[in-house]
């Protein structure tokens, strides 16, 4: 079984900074994508940011310029650097790959990790 396990979160005052990381566990794999998603009570789950294989990177605009997302495929895992951090940047924060199988994808979700920043 694939496991994806997320780590870094915690309590920062604004303007600080988390390092985020997702990590696959299990049998030999290469991960396709992954995606960084947040949610709070009430709202929607949200993307955040995008890697791909090739290392191609989209990021929401409410990120952009604060958040950076890096991967190293060696490792199976990817990076979610986050500074200058907003109260509103509070959230459970998740990743969701897909890893390659035979011919095609198969998507996961970790558990996620608790990100609180104090104003």
Do not use: H
Request: proline content about 1%; hydrophobic content about 30%; glycine content about 16%.
């Amino acid at each position: 079984q694939v496991e994806l396990v997320e780590s870094g979160g915690g309590l920062v005052q604004a303007g600080g900074s988390l390092r985020l990381s997702c990590a696959a566990s299990g049998s030999t794999f290469r991960i396709n994508y992954i995606g960084w998603y947040r949610q709070v009570p009430g709202k929607e789950r949200e993307l955040v940011a995008t890697i791909n294989s090739g290392g191609s990177t989209n990021y929401a605009d409410s990120v952009k310029g604060r958040f950076t997302i890096s991967g190293d495929n060696d490792k199976n895992r990817v990076t979610l650097q986050m500074n200058s951090l907003k109260s509103e940047d509070t959230a459970v924060y998740y990743c969701n790959a897909f890893i390659w199988v035979g011919g095609g994808t198969v998507g996961y979700w970790g558990q996620g990790t608790q990100v609180t920043v104090s104003s």
